[in-house]
């Protein structure tokens, strides 16, 4: 069965670069029919979106946060992973990775689908 | 963006009873060509990751109970719980895949036992 981990520092400081990495076990991540994404949520708050990463490398952001963030893969080790820069409390949040499932279709600038299956999520606060 | 707007926030219901939660996108969902709703549903239990409920509107992932239904079209979409259980109690958010990015989630229904 399928599952994802996120790991990464649960504390970081502000204007530092978070990075974080999800490693896809049970299954490849080199999959045509999935785009792997990575969605945080304030406690207690909604969810939003912060990108998504196809085996192939091929990336889309949301466009709010896409000058601070990189999201990277590596198939030789199924992981994928987010990078976000200029930390600061505002992003103090739970950050999950989690696999999209295309229902319609991908293009070069966007991925039509929903998310089947989530990591457990990673708390991160920023503070000196 | 399309914005989606859900309601009520919170929603008390006894156990066994309906319970209805509401989405509304700022524009339609509705894709002509395939005469398909290019939203989706999901479940948050406290301490837990969302989980996916439904897509095109009303077709329910494997391994999800009956009593959950969706239903609607264009820009007004309903999430049915037909019999409340105990375990149901969660926050739902609808989410929309007809423009991305970006992919844009509701602001979460908070259902809970009256």
């Known amino acids: 069965q399928l599952q994802l981990q996120e790991s990464g520092p649960g504390l970081v400081k502000p204007s530092e670069t978070l990075s974080l990495t999800c490693t896809v076990s049970?299954?490849?991540?080199?999959?045509?029919?999935?785009?792997w994404g990575w969605i945080r949520q304030p406690p207690g708050k909604g969810l939003e979106w912060i990108g998504s990463?196809?085996?192939?490398?091929?990336?889309y952001y949301n466009l709010s946060l896409k000058s601070r963030v990189t999201i990277s893969v590596d198939t030789s080790k199924n992981q994928f992973s987010l990078k976000m820069r200029s930390m600061t409390a505002a992003d103090t949040t739970v950050y999950y990775c989690a696999r999209l499932r295309i229902l319609r279709y991908c293009s070069s600038t966007s991925c039509l689908g929903a998310f089947d299956l989530w990591g457990q999520g990673t708390m991160v606060t920023v503070s000196s | 963006d399309i914005v989606m707007t859900q309601s009520p926030d919170s929603l008390p219901v006894s156990l066994g009873e309906r319970a209805t939660i509401n989405c509304k996108s700022s524009?339609?969902?509705?894709?002509?060509?395939?005469?398909?709703?290019?939203l989706a549903w999901y479940q948050q239990k406290p301490g837990q990751p969302p989980k996916l409920l439904i897509y095109w509107a009303s077709t329910r992932e494997s391994g999800v109970p009956d009593r959950f239904s969706g239903s609607g079209s264009g820009t007004d979409f309903t999430l049915t719980i037909s019999s409340l259980q105990a375990e149901d109690v969660a926050v739902y958010y609808c989410q929309q895949y007809y423009t991305t990015p970006p992919i844009t989630f509701g602001q979460g229904t908070r259902l809970e036992i009256k």
């Open positions: 049970g299954g490849s991540i080199s999959s045509g029919s999935y785009y």
């Open positions: 990463i196809q085996y192939t490398g091929n990336t």
């Open positions: 524009q339609s969902l509705l894709y002509s060509s395939n005469n398909k709703n290019y």
